[in-house]
């Protein structure tokens, strides 16, 4: 077993105030974050609060102390991992360039025969799957609140009409 790394950052102790941080780490306005953390409230009505969840001590020192770690160049932060995940779900497959070009990073695998060229990009839906449990969220739960949401917003249509003689 590996030892432990004594200079990590001691995260918040409570779960929502770790969500937080994480995602103000992540990016996100404090706002934001403060309601993806499952903080309720309206936007124009939780920014004090979320202000003052930033400044408490633990939350602060960890955000400060992950940032202080994110300037060593071989820590990949939390915003990095999110933007390569984004990569592979919004590069098709077409602007892929085998030969070296920008996003070369995303292919994997690469075969050509003297006939075809076989290119195969990194898996798009379980870089969506990774980047929900990254933003605190349960892949499952999540995904079909949104297709429930996407079907209900489709429009209504009266029975079928039947065909009669």
Same mark, same amino acid.
């Given at each position: 077993?590996?030892?432990a790394?004594?200079?990590?950052?001691?995260?918040?102790?409570r779960?929502?105030?770790?969500?937080?941080?994480?995602r103000?780490?992540a990016g996100?306005?404090?706002?934001?974050?403060?309601?993806?953390a499952?903080?309720r409230?309206t936007?124009s009505?939780?920014?004090?609060?979320?202000? /003052?969840?930033?400044?408490r001590p633990?939350?602060?020192?960890?955000?400060q102390?992950v940032?202080?770690?994110?300037?060593?160049?071989s820590?990949l932060?939390?915003?990095?991992?999110?933007?390569?995940?984004?990569?592979?779900?919004?590069?098709?497959?077409?602007?892929?360039?085998?030969?070296?070009?920008?996003?070369?990073?995303?292919i994997?695998?690469?075969?050509?025969?003297? *006939? *075809?060229?076989?290119?195969? /990009?990194?898996?798009?839906?379980?870089?969506?799957?990774?980047?929900? /449990?990254?933003?605190?969220?349960?892949?499952?739960? *999540?995904?079909?609140?949104q297709? *429930?949401?996407a079907?209900?917003?489709l429009?209504q249509?009266?029975?079928?009409?039947t065909?009669?003689?």
């Amino acid at each position: 077993m590996p030892p432990a790394d004594d200079d990590a950052p001691k995260p918040p102790e409570r779960p929502r105030h770790r969500l937080f941080a994480d995602r103000v780490l992540a990016g996100d306005c404090l706002v934001t974050a403060y309601l993806a953390a499952g903080y309720r409230g309206t936007r124009s009505g939780v920014t004090s609060t979320a202000a /003052k969840l930033r400044k408490r001590p633990d939350v602060a020192a960890y955000i400060q102390a992950v940032q202080a770690r994110a300037v060593d160049e071989s820590t990949l932060t939390l915003l990095e991992v999110r933007r390569f995940l984004a990569r592979i779900v919004r590069t098709p497959l077409t602007a892929l360039d085998p030969e070296g070009g920008r996003d070369a990073d995303l292919i994997k695998t690469y075969a050509r025969t003297s *006939s *075809s060229t076989r290119l195969e /990009k990194l898996d798009p839906l379980k870089a969506i799957e990774i980047d929900l /449990k990254l933003s605190g969220q349960d892949p499952e739960t *999540s995904l079909l609140k949104q297709m *429930s949401r996407a079907l209900a917003s489709l429009p209504q249509h009266g029975p079928l009409p039947t065909d009669e003689l």
